[in-house]
């Protein structure tokens, strides 16, 4: 197998008789397949639309590609102490890992490494959280899971009202403490970049 791998890679190896007319995504590297070379190696699946839009996620500063359904700062807190409190302490401000919550003044430069100073938009932090949250399992909280801990968090910053309950649009409409102080980069790269 190993010898069929390096003889595909050197520039004078013969293509499958497929390469002519090889098209669509990955159609250059079955090409380049020597000849009797399994076109599917028995692992993975096909990137069906269905697989495809379980990881199209993203969501976008200005709320787009929010999920629908909603959390309560309550709910949030519950949520908080199942999946948030042993990595962010039980107030967001012990660790061991980032702390969640500023403990003193949002006007105070720096802040210090913690959540406001660091999302320049609630909507990053809640594509964040839905990703990689919480650290052991991530991606296993529920959407109305995702909008309640963000709830919770804003509201222990200060950002958001006890009795609160954050969706698409509301999330959408929060102004980070510090997002005036984040600038875009407009370097255009180059060896001095680099």
Known sequence: MLAAVLAACTPDAPATPA????TGPGGEAVAALPAGAPEQFGFG?????????RWDID????????????GSV???????????????GPTGTEGPNDRLVVAGDWEQWPP?????????????FFDYTRRAMPQLTPGTMSDDEVYAVVAYVLHLNGLLAADAVLDAESLAA????????FVPDDRAGGPEIR
């Open 45 to 53: 699946a096909h990137a069906s639309e269905d697989r495809i839009a």
């Open 174 to 181: 929060i102004e980070m403490p510090a997002r005036d102080r």
């Open 112 to 124: 210090g490494r913690a959540f406001g100073a660091f999302w320049p938009y609630a909507t990053t």
């Open 59 to 70: 969501v976008k500063p200005d709320g787009e590609g929010l999920p629908p359904g909603s």
């Open 19 to 22: 390469a002519s007319d090889a």
């Open 74 to 88: 309550e709910e949030g807190r519950r949520v908080y102490e199942l999946s948030c409190m042993q990595c962010h």
